[in-house]
Every structure is written in structure tokens, then in C-alpha cells.
């Protein structure tokens, strides 16, 4: 009976690379793992000095717009100042030519009063 019992299915082929991990010690591993352990905490540390940098320029940008809208305010309250008080020096300019302009008719009614008064038309 011991020829009708099945024979148990070949083994698969091992690749030489997996053989190699088979053989290979728990010691060979880790001294694979250090180079990329090494370059794991490399990248992190870089990742980190790239974060702080990138908060620091954020840090400038917000400070070079608040200080943009500090100026932009101030020259928007000086342009307002200036154009509150031309349009006073205008108000006062209109107001003096009028008066002119007045007292300039009436110098010329008079002088025409007093030719007329000397007969001269």
C-alpha cells in the first residue's frame, strides 16, 4: 500500500537572491538596514530644516505685507490730506478771483461813470 499513497509535490525553485536572504544572518540584515536607517533620519532632518526655513519665509512675507499695508495707509491718509487741502486752496483761489472779478466791474462802471461825467462816451 505504500506505492498507492501520493507522493508529496517537488519543491519550487529558489532564486539565488532568496537564498541568499535564507542563508544570510539577523546581524547581515541590520548592517543592510543602518545605510537606510541612516538616510531615513538624513531626510528627516533635512524635511525638518526645510519646514522651519519655509515657516521663517512665511514668517517674512506676512511681516513685509503688513508692514506694505502700514504704508500703503499712510500714503493713502497723506494723498487725502493733500487733496482735502487743494481743494480748500482751490475753494479760497475761486472765491478771491470772484471778488476780483467784482471789484473789477465795479472800478471799471466807475470809470466809465466818470467819462461819461467829462462828456467822453
Known amino acids: 500500500m505504500a506505492d498507492s499513497d501520493?507522493?508529496?509535490p517537488p519543491s519550487p525553485p529558489v532564486s539565488?537572491?532568496?537564498a541568499a536572504d535564507l542563508l544570510s544572518s539577523p546581524s547581515?540584515?541590520?548592517d543592510d538596514l543602518q545605510p537606510v536607517a541612516a538616510k531615513v533620519a538624513e531626510l528627516n532632518e533635512s524635511q525638518s530644516e526645510l519646514l522651519a526655513r519655509l515657516q521663517g519665509l512665511k514668517q517674512d512675507l506676512q511681516n513685509w505685507r503688513s508692514k506694505?499695508?502700514?504704508?500703503?495707509k499712510t500714503y493713502k491718509d497723506e494723498l487725502s490730506d493733500l487733496k482735502s487741502r487743494l481743494n480748500t486752496d482751490l475753494d479760497q483761489l475761486r472765491s478771491d478771483f470772484k471778488d476780483?472779478?467784482?471789484t473789477l466791474q465795479k472800478q471799471q462802471e466807475e470809470v466809465t461813470?466818470?467819462?461819461r461825467n467829462l462828456g467822453l462816451p
Do not use: E, I, R
Not at 68 to 72: A, F, I, M, S, W
Open 100 to 102: 476780483l472779478k467784482t
Open 28 to 30: 547581515t540584515k541590520q
Open 68 to 72: 506694505l499695508d502700514t504704508q500703503v
Open 16 to 18: 539565488a537572491a532568496a
Open 6 to 8: 501520493p507522493a508529496p
Open 113 to 115: 461813470a466818470s467819462l
